[in-house]
């Protein structure tokens, strides 16, 4: 399995500013994933970062609101932009553990973002 | 996409009650997982079932690929166990993890 930190772990922000939330993983992976989840709801994907290109991302989301960066195999950053208050959720990174035919998903802690 | 609908929405258990949660897809998905999602946020994988049946501990899980649904058993549920439940899984036509709606348990002693 991979192991996962993130930073912060939580966060109160104004509207307007801007956050940067890290990822880092123990092992070398070739993807990295963004989710968000909003209070009470499922989790969707934002974008998938692959290290040397860039993030691809869903419908819905954009890079000018939420840039990524990832700069090697074993960390990826998110930043959510001019926030306002319904960009409060918990943002979540995840990467997959492959290991022969198996393609496992870890997750992150998680980064619990409120906006005022 | 692929829609990935879970029941029930919510559930409440006296503890020592046995639970089954469900996850029905719309399409094949492969790389099946169960989540618990504790109060903290925190996403814990439970099960990696892409088909057949997998046991540990109190939990266990079964899903059938060719009818595309899958379950997760809980018995002699405890406080701990509160949470949600989530199932997910990727289409055979790309790398996105589809998330279910989501199952609310809460335990109560």
């Known amino acids: 399995s991979a192991v996962i930190s993130q930073k912060p772990s939580r966060d109160i922000c104004q509207r307007g500013t801007s956050l940067t939330i890290q990822c880092q993983v123990d092992?070398?992976?070739?993807?990295m994933f963004w989710y968000r989840q909003q209070p009470g709801q499922s989790l969707t994907l934002i974008a998938t970062?692959?290290?040397?290109?860039?993030?691809?991302?869903e419908s819905g989301f954009v890079i000018d609101k939420f840039p990524i960066s990832r700069p090697n195999l074993t960390f990826s950053t998110l930043t959510v932009s001019n926030m306002s208050p319904e960009d409060s959720s918990i943002y979540l990174c995840?990467?997959?553990?492959?290991?022969?035919?198996?393609?496992?998903?870890?997750f992150g802690p998680g980064t619990r973002l409120t906006v005022l | 996409g692929i829609q990935v609908e879970q029941s029930p929405p919510d559930l409440i258990l006296q503890e020592g009650a046995n639970s089954t949660l469900r996850c029905n897809f719309s399409?094949?998905?492969?790389?099946l997982q169960w989540f618990h999602q504790n109060p903290w946020g925190q996403l814990i994988n439970l099960f990696y079932?892409?088909?057949g049946t997998k046991q540990n501990g109190r939990l266990s899980a079964t899903t059938v690929a060719t009818e595309r649904y899958s379950l997760l058993y809980i018995s002699s549920s405890q406080t701990t166990d509160s949470g949600v439940y989530f199932c997910?899984?990727?289409?055979?036509?790309?790398?996105?993890?589809?998330f279910g709606t989501g199952t609310s348990l809460t335990v109560i002693p």
């Open positions: 995840s990467v997959d553990s492959t290991r022969g035919a198996y393609n496992e998903q870890f």
């Open positions: 092992s070398q992976v070739t993807m």
């Open positions: 970062a692959n290290q040397g290109s860039e993030a691809t991302y």
């Open positions: 399409d094949s998905v492969n790389n």
């Open positions: 079932i892409p088909s």
């Open positions: 997910a899984g990727i289409s055979n036509t790309g790398n996105q993890f589809y």
